[in-house]
């Protein structure tokens, strides 16, 4: 991963606000992008000390350090160790409300299911193949400087940082953000081809204009200045096309560790159909195909369903099958009649948000699922509602008449070393 992701650096947006500049440098597109300055900073100022609190007398890189990556200062052990807690206490939450719910759980005191250790990421620095950067006024008043935000709105001291303290992000990536600074296309394509940036070798570089902090390519469409239209990852022995609006995993190896366990765990057969919903460019399904009868996936992104089906053709895989559209209008329809008599395993990898509760009671009340993973990166948010709506006794007034699934088993998947988060792998059955 850290190969490629420093061979095939991609540069993919440049936005032009009135008087700020931005730029987005990556490899890969994914839906870890960064969050608004002041937000960010709110949150992460509130946090206990060794879990991201600044401290005295840090440098604006450390501090800056400690808002993207807050448990950078702690041996990579003591960070599974705080993740582990984390998901021990999302686990303890949704068992207190399954047990409010008449839901019957484990013996008193214990959890709804078995939560395993957290597993580590293969890599833990520079393991990200993408990075983000913007371009605004520094702490020394440069007006170009580099970086990343630290700081709040409300108390008016928002500025840019370098990132040199990251330590998820590539050296590589630091290096382009240091010397990116031209505003024009013709300036930036003679910069990363024959100027000081022709030593990242990039492959791919694409501009974008917009007046807002994020935007998709349907709203301010990515123009390709240099290079191939789309960029390559390997991945579990298959080559993946990745457009620049669609989602990948930004921790290659620790992807490859987190879908071979879905595999294991989705018990899939020769005979199985599985389900794969919020699928981005079909990673998971296609990991799968060889174990399984045939894959259905199902994405909102039109640019990522397209990459499925490329990354399917490309690889010789057949059995797939890929739907473009919100999983709240495609798989309800799909369910509906659904009449295949193969075992049918889901699979769900939704953003921060969840998933729609159209989804949630298209699955619960399909009797041909019988196993579901659920694959959240913020399981405390979101992801709780969905968990009690699939796990609650029947419902008719919210049309939940399918017999309840259980939680079976959790493992955590750290994807993110440095920082808070992680994936948790949650198994249903019923």
Same mark, same amino acid.
């Given at each position: 991963?850290?190969?490629c ?10 936005? $032009? ?8 440098? *990556?490899?890969?597109p ?13 949150k ?9 609190? *600044? ?25 599974? $160790? ?7 206490k ?20 214990e ?7 957290? /597993?580590?990421?293969p ?10 950067f913007?371009?605004n006024?520094?702490?020394d ?13 409300r108390a008016? !001291? ?7 303290? /990251?330590?998820?992000?590539?050296p ?18 003679e ?43 390997d ?13 990948? $995993? ?9 879908y $071979? ?18 699928c ?11 174990h399984? *009868? ?20 490309? !690889?010789?895989?057949? !059995? ?24 049918? /395993?889901?699979?769900?990898?939704? *953003? ?30 979101e992801?709780?509602? !969905? ?31 440095h ?12």
């Amino acid at each position: 991963m850290a190969l490629c992701c420093t061979l095939s650096l991609m540069c993919r947006r440049l936005r $032009q606000l009135l008087s700020t500049q931005c730029v987005l440098l *990556s490899s890969l597109p994914g839906r870890d992008c960064g969050l608004l300055a002041e937000k960010r900073a709110e949150k992460w100022k509130k946090r206990k000390a060794g879990e991201g609190c *600044s401290l005295p007398g840090s440098s604006w890189e450390e501090r800056l350090a400690d808002a993207a990556t807050p448990l950078w200062r702690l041996p990579y052990q003591e960070q599974l $160790q705080v993740k582990y807690e984390n998901q021990r206490k999302v686990l303890q939450t949704l068992t207190s409300r399954l047990q409010e719910l008449g839901v019957d759980v484990q013996k008193p005191g214990e959890l709804c299911c078995p939560l395993r250790p957290v /597993v580590p990421s293969p890599i833990t620095n520079g393991y990200r193949n993408k990075s983000t950067f913007s371009v605004n006024q520094g702490p020394d008043g440069n007006p170009k400087t580099v970086g990343l935000y630290v700081g709040t709105g409300r108390a008016r !001291n928002i500025v840019c940082v370098r990132a040199d303290h /990251v330590k998820n992000v590539p050296p590589k990536h630091k290096q382009v953000a240091q010397e990116a600074l031209a505003t024009q296309k013709a300036l930036l394509k003679e910069f990363f081809t024959s100027g000081p940036g022709a030593g990242c070798a990039l492959t791919s570089l694409y501009f974008q204009e917009s007046t807002m902090t994020r935007c998709s390519h349907e709203q301010s469409p990515f123009q390709l200045i240099y290079g191939e239209p789309h960029i390559f990852e390997d991945l579990l022995g298959l080559k993946f096309r990745i457009s620049p609006d669609a989602f990948f $995993q930004v921790n290659t190896s620790g992807a490859e560790t987190l879908y $071979q366990a879905v595999g294991e765990l989705s018990q899939a057969d020769r005979d199985t159909v599985l389900l794969d919903v919020c699928c981005g460019t079909g990673t998971i399904g296609l990991s799968l195909a060889r174990h399984v *009868s045939k894959v259905i996936g199902i994405e909102i992104v039109e640019k990522a369903i397209e990459d499925a089906r490329w990354n399917a053709a490309f !690889n010789g895989i057949s !059995n797939c099958e890929f739907h473009s559209g919100k999983a709240e209008a495609v798989l309800p329809q799909l369910l509906c009649s659904w009449e295949d008599t193969r075992p049918l /395993v889901a699979v769900v990898n939704p *953003s921060r948000a969840g998933i729609h509760y159209r989804v949630v009671r298209a699955i619960r009340n399909c009797k041909a699922i019988r196993r579901l993973l659920y694959i959240s990166c913020k399981p405390e948010g979101e992801a709780t509602r !969905n968990f009690l709506e699939l796990c609650c006794p029947p419902d008719p007034g919210k049309k939940l008449v399918g017999e309840p699934f259980a939680p079976v088993l959790a493992i955590p998947f750290d994807l993110f070393p440095h920082t808070v988060h992680c994936e948790l792998v949650l198994l249903f059955s019923r």
